[in-house]
């Protein structure tokens, strides 16, 4: 299994087809249309400009995942705030990929002085995202009942947080 590491030039296309088909196939995210190649090197260079991390994994040279840690809100008091975001390719999933990159974004997010983490999880039938938020200490903070309408339904999010590093002062 593949260690988690930080997204290169080479891994953009990748990580924007495997966006595309949870856009397309599911209401994991409520993208409508998927972002081309150059709307999600732009968002890169967003994230890690910042300083925050943006993962991949991969096997046989393929990109298997990918994993990032983006602003939660773009007001300046929320910027010790992070929000997680976490696909695995189309037949990737079920093999711990999503373990190795939540548990290696954890890490470096903390490194980068993110304090607080959150995970915006829509509640679409399939609880492996909220298993593995839950196993890595996360805890739901709240439910925004119906907010989003995809693929003719309404759609709950649960939003949970994990403290990453309280003993910092700024």
């Known amino acids: 299994m593949t260690t988690p590491r ?3 030039e080479s891994d953009v296309p990748a990580v924007a087809s495997i966006y595309a088909h949870y856009v397309e196939k ?13 709307d999600w090197r732009a968002k890169a260079a967003a994230i ?16 298997t995942g990918f994993a990032y840690a983006g602003p939660f809100r773009p007001k300046p008091a929320y910027r010790h705030t992070a929000e997680d975001s976490i696909y695995l390719a189309p037949g990737a999933t079920g093999r711990g ?33 909220l298993r593995l938020h839950t196993a890595f ?6 439910r ?3 907010v989003g309408f995809k693929h003719g339904r309404w759609i ?6 994990r403290a990453l590093d309280t003993s910092a002062t700024l």
């Open 6 to 8: 930080p997204l290169a």
């Open 26 to 38: 599911s209401v994991a995210t409520f993208d409508e249309i998927p972002p081309g190649v150059e």
């Open 48 to 63: 890690t400009g910042a300083g925050l991390p943006f993962l991949v994994t991969e096997e046989d040279g393929e990109v």
């Open 97 to 129: 990929l999503g373990r190795l990159l939540l548990g290696e974004l954890v890490e470096r997010a903390a490194r980068a002085g993110v304090r607080q983490m959150v995970a915006v999880v829509a509640d679409g039938g399939d609880p492996a995202s």
């Open 137 to 142: 200490g996360f805890e739901q903070a709240g």
């Open 144 to 146: 925004l009942r119906s």
């Open 156 to 161: 709950d999010t649960i939003l949970l947080q």
